[in-house]
């Protein structure tokens, strides 16, 4: 089964809309996000993320209904997200970038 999980843009990376990146929260669970795919996505936009790279711009209201479905089926098992109640993680503790082929240099 293939899986996408909203997060919300809370930094862009680039202006190149090929290239663009951003870092996405996943519940407080930052992750370097490829945003080729969705070009007109914006800081604060919830994205649905797909082996790291946004695939579609969601309301707020559909990226925590999807969030609770994959909650309900057990499929954020082991994600050690963090809990409401522990407030913000430090960035540089939750910071793991994906490998995103957009963004490599050239030698």
Request: hydrophobic residues 50%; negative net charge.
């Amino acid at each position: 089964m293939c899986l996408a999980v909203p997060g919300k843009i809370v930094e862009i990376i680039g202006d190149d809309p090929f290239l663009r990146a951003a870092k996405v929260s996943f519940a407080g669970v930052v992750k370097l996000i490829s945003l080729t795919c969705t070009p007109e996505a914006r800081l604060g936009d919830f994205v649905l993320v797909h082996v790291g790279v946004a695939i579609s711009v969601v309301d707020a209201k559909e990226a925590e209904e999807t969030f609770r479905y994959l909650r309900a089926m057990g499929e954020l098992d082991g994600l050690d997200l963090p809990s409401p109640s522990a407030g913000p993680p430090a960035v540089a503790a939750c910071l793991q970038a994906i490998p995103n082929p957009a963004l490599a240099t050239t030698p």
